[in-house]
């Protein structure tokens, strides 16, 4: 397994990442932003107004059993492929309840009973996704998922989240974001 890594999400005016919309789902939104930047290790952010950044960690898996992170590590692709011209940035807070639960009992509730790993491996390899924590780092959020895909996708990576929130791990969300953005070329 790679390093963790440092990556920081800038919104603002500057940045790869076209906003095509933002829209808080739980909870309290973010102010609205044209641009998303994505900042990995220490590199500098992009000149711009930044309105926000949030910062998440990649590290060791929390909830992934060897057997599925085997079979994640050989069915998902990297990200920035060429074609994945689409990306989702949504950040989540779960509840006190949620975190006062021991790790084996959010395990239990995130596989066991929402097949949240078994939903994911369904769209795989067609969506890539990096998962950052940030809830160690004081962060408004737990976590940061970062996902990337082709235009010809979003039906499926609708249908992913579609399937995701019905779950009953989504009844400790409290508060969620989604991001919805575009690669242009060039």
Known sequence: MPPPL?????????????????????????????????????????AGAIAWTLSGSTGNLRYTERAEAD??????????????????????????PWWALAQDERRAILEAESRHIAIGMDYLPAIA?????????????????????APEHEAAFDEMLARLRAQREWDFVEREVEIRLVREAG
Request: charged share 25%; hydrophobic share 40%; aromatic share 8%.
């Open 6 to 46: 440092m990556v920081r999400f800038h919104g603002g005016e500057a940045g790869p990442w076209r906003v095509n919309s933002l829209r808080a789902l739980a909870g309290d939104p973010l102010p609205a932003v044209a641009r998303i930047a994505v900042q990995e290790g220490a590199a500098s952010p992009r």
């Open 71 to 96: 079979s994640l590590a050989a069915r998902q692709q990297g990200l920035s492929r060429p074609q994945a011209r689409r990306a989702a940035l949504i950040p989540i807070r779960k509840s006190e």
């Open 129 to 149: 996704r990096r998962l950052h924590h940030s809830r160690e780092l004081g962060e408004p959020f737990d976590f940061l998922t970062w996902f990337e895909y």
